[in-house]
């Protein structure tokens, strides 16, 4: 794992103050006047003097980084600069280069599963979309485990497998919602887990989700058990609201057995099956772990 700020301090600034002192020492600086200016020793400075501290080839190049090192070493050689000046304008160039641009494209170098990612990212950004999309595979991994640790919990697995799935905050496809690929199953009594989340990975447990949460369910997350009316029963005892649909048309059914009522912030939805439809018990609620701990609770 490798931050952003790594490539800065490793690639950029090692760089842009080897090219500032050598510009500054063109203007007749002295060695103890850059070190005063770069905030270095001076034999910081006697290394970038004598080119042993390695400069980054792209940062080297760029035009913008080049702009900047001249219009800072005039600025400070004029007095027209101060110190402070001089390191916000660095900081800014540093940000814009962050953002999509040449930082960027170091750090994917250092970390290519940046550069997987199919969207746009600001690492500064709280709310970038792979920060999002991270966060709800971290939350189906911790809702995995509870269920996976659970003893008895193979033996809610219906014949179909189960999966658990959550949603992104604004889904409204299936690839919006990650899951298991190849659901979960009973595998001699042992709850096995097919591979890691991904986005798309489940096509029946994020149909019924994206259903409710079309007709205005307050969720993002779902896990399917199978259908038993002490299943049923057992979670309306723990306090869960239960809402029956019809299995033949599942996506409208969902959003017709939901509409006009008050929904709470977990409840169950159940099917008790049809002509070559199994069963199926599915508890909804607001991520992954939630939901996980409502099944484990019919386990206790």
Known sequence: MKFVEEVVVEEFLPTFRSMLAAEL???????????????????AVSKYAHGRVARNEAVEA???????????????ASGE??????????????????????LADL??????????????FDVHDPDSAL?????????????????????????????????????????????GVAAVPGRIFDVKGRATV?????FGASGHVASVLLSARSAGAPVRAAVNVRYDPDIVASLEAAGY?????????????????????????????YQTGSYGIEPITYVLGPDAPTVAAAVRELLR
């Open 25 to 43: 020492r063109e203007r007749e600086f002295t060695q103890q006047e850059v070190a005063e200016a770069l905030g270095v020793s001076q034999s």
């Open 241 to 269: 609201q239960s809402i029956e649909f019809d299995p033949d048309a599942p996506t409208d059914a969902v959003a017709a057995a939901l509409d006009g009522v008050d929904l709470d912030e977990t409840f169950v939805l």
């Open 81 to 102: 600069m101060s110190q402070l000046q001089a390191l916000v304008e660095a900081e800014v160039l540093i940000r814009h280069l962050e953002d999509g641009d040449l």
């Open 131 to 175: 920060r999002a999309t991270e966060r709800v595979l971290s939350s189906v991994r911790r809702g995995l485990r509870t269920l996976t640790n659970a003893s008895g919990f193979a033996g809610l697995i219906p014949h179909v497998g189960s999966n658990l799935a959550e949603c992104l905050p604004d889904a409204e496809e299936i690839e």
């Open 194 to 198: 097919a591979g890691d989340p991904e």
């Open 107 to 120: 750090h994917e170098d250092a970390m290519p599963e940046l550069a997987e990612f199919e969207g746009e």
């Open 62 to 76: 760029d035009e913008r980084v080049r702009d900047l090192v001249e219009r800072v070493a005039e600025g400070l």
